[in-house]
Each structure stands twice: as structure tokens, then as C-alpha cells.
């Protein structure tokens, strides 16, 4: 097994291309596609070669580019960067260190374009720089080929960089490798420190004077010291010079528009950025088109409208088809005077799997493949993913899959990218049948797919260009034709002054490119605090410093945070588990793990204490709630009874739930997992062998129900409707002492012969299926009717014909059922065929 650093040197993904004189391979390719709104810390990928992202200054913007975007060397707009004290590295100026010449990085300086370094160690960094003269962007004696797409800006005087590769440290020596361009006097110039080399090249004045788009390339051919210039597919110049690779620095870096010291912009728009080994080109040759890669073709997946979405029609009649409606609300009662809507616990709870010693993550996804193998992945050692499956659901065994890392022989995505949800996607392509999105180390949040689950692929452009925090949800929402995720922000801020943790929705229709996202400026977002208290700095992006990118904050809208209305202060969404639930339409179910926090600040020491070492406790405990929704934005939550309380289970206090992401089902079972911890979080007494995964057995459709009092009949009336299908059936729990009735009415209201409640067959037991029966007016019921008691139970009267259920009749009228229950919890009813 590869280490880190050689999966990253060695390129996941190598574009070749055949020349005259060999092969070549791309070393790396930057398209700048990422969103023009890109806020400085966050990153530009490379997409084919290495995996070397850098990150935006405040010196650079992306732009409308050649192919998709470009960056251009024009400065993000102002913002204002207080000192703060001794909180923020990032938001001090530092003083020049003992030996150097330059201030250390901060966002007082952090005026380049685009960056990766080796350096800056004060600084946190999370997005996996590669060193660059431990690689072949290291230019040397080797063929080489640097080619982009440049659009000069002829008026802007001097010299500007292009790129430029030093050894560390930065700005303190001359020791680098550098391209830049004068557009005003129409030359290239290069240099090589460590050949003692640099030439000029003035064959593309003509390009470089002009406006337009122009594709320039530079080969270097080692054998004679030739380097060449190629302006849009014609060789017009080559000329002669040594080239040798810097000496390796462990404070290296490359920028790209600007110079090391920030200095030297670029006058224009750089676009697709590419270097290879090798002589991509060694005669003229055809412009190429846009390197990025092909973005698959699909059609979305169509189902029925929302019934009772925000925007869908509050009156009018309603087509259910055959569709289930799980009775989580009153949305298809006109009247629902004295129900009460009601969570169920799950009826039995075992743990499945232990023995963790903490290497397996708590945010957890449970899927069942096509061929009935359930299932679930999970963080391993160094936050790969890895894979455990059983044929069961009870009996969990981890997979050899052929990476193996630190005594994990199941891992399937070999990079730091737990905190996702693998799920199949009804759309396609069949080679990216399998989608999972996770933030991936601290660079950003990516699209992974694969044709079975096993073997992933990393598209190399976040979705998402935010640092994650949490598990990010993701799933396909076939009645809104949408893709949905779900991402925590930390921004928002407690009244208490701690962090309150929520979730923010985010949509696309194309789930390959860069999602939507309504970024903030500094004004913008100081405007929302004004209502809405967030968190120091603002704006968000700077709280990880100039080289890793902010986490989410509040560019989209929120849809799962602690109710002051309900929940204690210091209360937060950990993680909401949210989806589409698969078994009826227009209802969306999510288990948030509801976290209480004991350092909580401003709370009152009686509750801070706790966190106190000597209690052995630690930050806080969680619990597994249940909430609900008709279309995934609004959302109701359920408190008491917690879904999953923090309890005894076999024979373990478990201070710490956290539901997976996903169920199965099995016949009239619905399995889910979670992964139960006896430590509290954050804790001050360790005890790993404690952790492990439960599966929680739960009624089909059973989550929540429509609940009728006891003591009393209650009857309310549906909306209108239309249905297709020849029964009714229920899914519904009277008690022994409790009933329901059933009446159908026309579209005024006004029962339909035969279909009186009065008349339905008494509805007494607890079935997951039950068909509503009513007394045939065509039998004739007089011999059974006139029997007693005793007479009933030994009657030999034939009623084969005394009740009647097929409801074809009505099918496609416009109908309203009348329901009268006593003691009952209703879960669910389906007109089926």
C-alpha cells in the first residue's frame, strides 16, 4: 500500500497524450473552474495529475475565462482585518522572525492569487499542499511541456508572473524557477536560479499586444537545452538554455499571478494552466480544445409533484394514485381536531458490532445493494472509508478489498474522506451509478462515484469549496427533480457565546459542477449578524487563516438548528441524518443527534462543572431525535420520547448516539444502526472498547402517527382526492381496548351508500396491513344479524358475501374519508391494487 505522499506524487489520474517522439503525461492541470465567487483560503484544484491544490489570496479573483472560469490577478474586494489579539494567528500581524526578512503570513499579507507552500507553519493547513520541488513542477533537465490560455492585457506596464516556483524560504533567496509575460512589449521572459540561466522571448508580440484569447506553449527539450514557444499551435520561436531542478525545500512553494513577495500581477486572465513530462508538442499542431473532463449526460428521474409543499396548492383536490401517506402531520386532514402526532421508539435494540477500538467512525450510512448485501460504511484508520457487509443485517464481517492501511484491509476510498453518504442514484450513468459526497481532509466537499460501491472515483472540483465539520447527507429528491445536501455550519453563534451547530440545505440539478451557493460579502454578512448573532471573525472565511478554507456559514439557508422556543441553551444539531424516506412520497424523515453542552459559556457553573475532570464525564451527551417533513426544508422535530435516549443498552451506558444514514427494510421491519459510545463527548475518561454499532428494529412506517385520545372518539374528515387502486389499507394500532371506523364521502361531503363509517367493519387489533371491510347493503345480513352473542360464535350462517372492500368503483372520483378513532395510533394508508 502506498504512503499519502505517494498516492499524491504518483497521480491518481494520468492524462497521456503520444507525440513524435513518445509519450507524455500530465503532471498537473488547473481549469479554474471553480465558482467566480471563490472566497480567498479556498481552493483550485488540480484535476488530472496531482493531486496539488492551491488556495486563493485576496490578490487573485476567478473570472469568466476561455473554458468555463480563469484567474485573473484583480484583487478581491476589500476587507477590513482587525487585529484580535491572541484568538487568531490568521488576524495578527507577526512580527519578522529572528534570521528572516519577511513577516510571516497572516491576512494582513496574504495578497497573492494563488499559492501552495510547504511554509507558513504558524498558519493551519488542511488542504494537502504538495511540495512542489519534490515533484515535477519542478522544472529540470527533462522534457517538459507548460502550456495555458492567456488573454493579455497590452495597457499594464512591467514584467508580470505567470508562475513561480521557490525554494524555501520564500522571498528570503532568489532560488527560483519563474515564467512571466510583458503584454506591453510583447515578450516572455524565463529564468532557471539554479542554472544561473534566463531568456527572452519576443516571437509572440503580435498575440501578447492583442485582446483576444491566445494558447501558448512552452517545451523543453532536454537533450539539447531547447526551449520552444508555441503561440495558438504555430512554433515561432526556440532558443537555447539550461534548465535545472531546484534544490528541494521543505518550505517550498509555487504561486501562480503574482511573485513570491506578492509583487509582479500578471496583466490578464490565466485559463487551463497545464504541465506535463515530456514534449506534448513538437511541430504544429492543432489548438486544442478545453482539457477539463467531460461532465456525464443524464436525465433526472421525474416523480409526482409535491402534494404539500410550501408552494403546492393548499385547497383543491389531490391525486394520490396509489401513493402511501404516512400520517406524520394533519397535511391531509381538513379537520384534526383532538389527534396528536406522535413519535414511536424502536421495539427492540441489539448491538451487532464491537470490538472498534476507535477506529471506526461515529457518522455511519447503511445502504443495501442490488444484490440484497446490506451494507454500511464508515471512517477507518486516518479517516479512510472503510466497508463492513452481512447477508443478515446481525452478523457484520469487514471485506478484503484490496487497500489495506494500517491493519484495514476494507477500505474502499484510500484519502481521508469519511464524512459522507454513499447512495445509489437512480439517474446514472451506470459507471457513476454510486454517489457519495464528503469533505475530503480540510479542502473542501467532493463528489465521489462508482459503478458498485467498491472502487471510487474523486471528481477533482469540489462540489462545495468549504471546509467540513460534519457529515454532509446527500440524496436524490425525485418529486423535485433535485440532488440535496445537507452541511453543518459552526458560524452562528449561541446566546450563551459558544457555537451553535446547524445545518444548512444545499440543491443542485447537475451534481458533478459546482453547486449553487449565494456567497456573502463582508457587508452582507455583518448586515445578518445585526438580526442573527454569528461568530467572530466576519466575514467566516478568514477563522482558518489564509491557507484552509472557511467552514460553512450561512450562504444558504438553514434548516436544522437548536428551537430556543423548546430546546435548552447550549443545545445543537451535531449531525441530522436526514433523507427521503423510500417507502412514501411527500415525506422526508431525519434522526438529528442532539448534542448538550456542558462548556457551554455564560451557563451557570452548576451546569459547567460537569465538565470539570473530576466528574470523568466530558463536554456533553447526545440522543437521536425524530423530525419530519413534507419537501426537506421545513421541518418538524419531535423531543420526548427521544427517538434513540441516552440509556443502558445491553449491559452499557451509552452517553453518545449517532443514527446512520439509511434503513432497510425487511418485510414489515424497518433496520436501522447506530453507533452507541459509553464515552461523553470530547471525554475525560477514554474507554474506546465501549464504542459500537447497534440495530435499532422499528415498525414499518412507525416513526410517528396520528394518535386519538382514549377517552373519547374523535372524527376528522381528509381533503378531497382522487385515488387509483381497488382497497384501502391501513397501517394502524388500536390497542385491545381501542377502534377505528372508516367512512368514504363524495366531494361535497356527503357519505356514499354502502361506504358509511357506520357501516365499516370495526377496525380492532395492531396490523401493519390492514383491508377496511364494509357491510355488503347487497347481503342479506338479516339470519347473522338477529343471532346473539353465543349464536355469533358458534354461527354456521355463510358470510362469504356479508362485506365488501374493492373499492374499484371509485377509482379516479373525487372522494373524502371520514375517520373515527378511539385509542388508535394510525400510521399509514395506501389505496393498492
Sequence with gaps: MKTKFERIVSATLVLSLTTALGASETTALWLFDEPEWLYPSHTIDSSVGLDSPMVMGLGGTLTQGKWGNALSTKPHPPVDIPDHGEETASLNRLAVPAGRTQEPLTWHNANFAALMTGGERHLRKQVGFVNPTDTDLNLGDFDWTVEFWLRPDSKAKGDGVVFEIGK??????????????NARSGTFAFSNAKAGSSVTLNGAAKQLKGKSWSHFAFTYQSNNDTLSLFANGQKIESTTVKVKRLESGDESYMSLGRDGLWKKPLAGILDELRFSKGLVYTDDFKVPDSFAPEVPEFELAEGVPLRFGEDSPKKGTLNFGHSKHVFWDDSLLESSKGLTFNTHQPKYIERVVEGLLGQVRKHLTVIEDEQG?????HGVADDYLGIRVSHDGVNFVAPDTGYHWKGDKNVVIPEAAPMG??????NGPPEHRWKYVSGLEGRGVYLYT????????RHRTAVLPFRSGSQSSLYYDEQRQLYVGFQRTGHPMTAGGGTSREF??????DVFSPWPVNPLTQAEAKKIAETRPLRYPIPWWMDNGPLTPGDFSVEMPTVFAPDDKIDPGGSGIYVPKAMKYPWAEDAYISFPAMYYDYEEPQQPLNRRILYHPSYKKGSGTMESHVAVSRDGVSWKRFTRPAYIPMAKYQGRDIHQIYMTEGMIRRGDEIWQYFYGQEEYHSPAVRNKAGNAIYRAVQRLDGFVSADSPYESEVTVMTRPFTFDGNRLELNIDTGALGYALVGILDENGKPIPGFESDNCIWINGNYVTHKVE???PKADLSEVSAQGANEMRHSTVNIDNATVSDLSSLAGKTIRLQLRMRGTSLYAMQFAK
Design 168 to 181: 524555501s524560504p520564500r522571498g528570503e533567496n532568489d532560488q527560483t524557477t519563474r515564467l512571466t509575460v
Design 373 to 377: 448485501m446490506i451494507r454500511i460504511y
Design 421 to 426: 453518504r454513499p447512495m445509489i442514484d437512480p
Design 450 to 457: 462508482s459503478p458498485d460501491g467498491w472502487k471510487w472515483k
Design 504 to 509: 444548512v440545505i444545499s440543491e443542485t440539478n
Design 774 to 776: 364494509w357491510l355488503n
